[in-house]
């Protein structure tokens, strides 16, 4: 507190009060990250076996029921970039960014609602104009939680999960994923054997990385849902590798389903 007293003589402002006045307007935004969570279990329970992440991706702005989370996730963006603003400005503690409250609400808000800013991102084309999600789309808010929960405080244990993940702990494997799938694309018609063999090693590398994941349950279960574009990579994967092992002088470089130069 006496390190957050020569902030409050210089400015006028009280870190020490503004931080719980910004707790009350955490509890005020609640309602919009509990309609997004009752989205996201709508979805779960819904027999199209699509997922959250989908779902919104194909109805965003063609449903009232998609546009309330939509707007309920610009809602919940304002708070969290003004809680950002107010950091960046010495308005709030110096700590608190390392206080468990914080830390663990915005890694909460972060795994919910960041799959539906990805979708809303290539469900709009952005990746066409702008390039792809994770160099060109994502927001700064997003990365400084993830400074956030990295740098936490935590017993150094390891947990092994028995259970798939009530969100998935990666909020950023849907846009990995939409990367993969244009590599997949790519890779079927690309001539040139370097960019061929460059393109095929970026498939391998993600697909270990989400198959680790799947293993270590750190997944939701809508990621692996019949209709997950997820699910529908992989069956394509493994029919693209099939054709290769069937039909190997229409993907020359390819040999039992690996590249070679």
């Known amino acids: 507190m006496a390190k957050d007293c020569p902030e409050k003589a ?39 076996q699509m997922g959250y992440y989908d779902s919104f991706k194909l109805n965003a702005g063609r449903s009232i029921r998609e546009s309330r989370v939509n707007m309920d996730r610009h809602r919940l963006a304002g708070f969290w970039n003004n809680v950002i603003h107010m950091l960046e400005n010495n308005k709030l503690p110096h700590d608190f960014h390392r206080r468990s409250k914080w830390v663990n609400s915005s890694q909460s808000y972060k795994l919910l609602v960041e799959p539906l800013d990805i979708a809303d991102y290539y469900r709009r084309g952005m990746h066409r104009e702008r390039g792809h999600y994770l160099r060109h789309g994502r927001e700064m808010r997003y990365e400084i939680f993830d400074k956030w929960w990295k740098d936490r405080s935590v017993p150094n244990k390891e947990y092994k999960m028995s259970k798939y993940a009530s969100l998935t702990q990666d909020s950023c494997l849907w ?57 529908q990579w992989m069956e394509d994967l493994k029919e693209f590798k099939s054709q290769v092992k069937q039909f190997p002088p229409l993907f020359p470089g390819f040999l039992d389903g690996e590249v070679v130069p």
């Not at 719980?20 to 027999?47: F, H, M, N, Q, S």
């Open 10 to 48: 210089r400015t006028g402002h009280n870190p020490n009060l503004e931080a719980t006045v910004l707790a009350i307007k955490l509890g005020k935004v609640a309602p919009y990250r509990a309609e997004i969570e009752w989205y996201k279990t709508l979805c779960d329970e819904a027999d199209d």
């Open 175 to 231: 846009a990995r994923l939409e990367e993969a799938r244009e590599w997949l694309d790519s890779v079927r018609t690309e001539r040139d054997v370097t960019n061929r063999n460059l393109l095929w090693l970026k498939i391998e590398e993600f697909e270990r990385y989400a198959n680790q994941m799947i293993e270590n349950k750190e997944v939701s279960k809508d990621v692996l849902f019949k209709n997950s574009s997820f699910t």
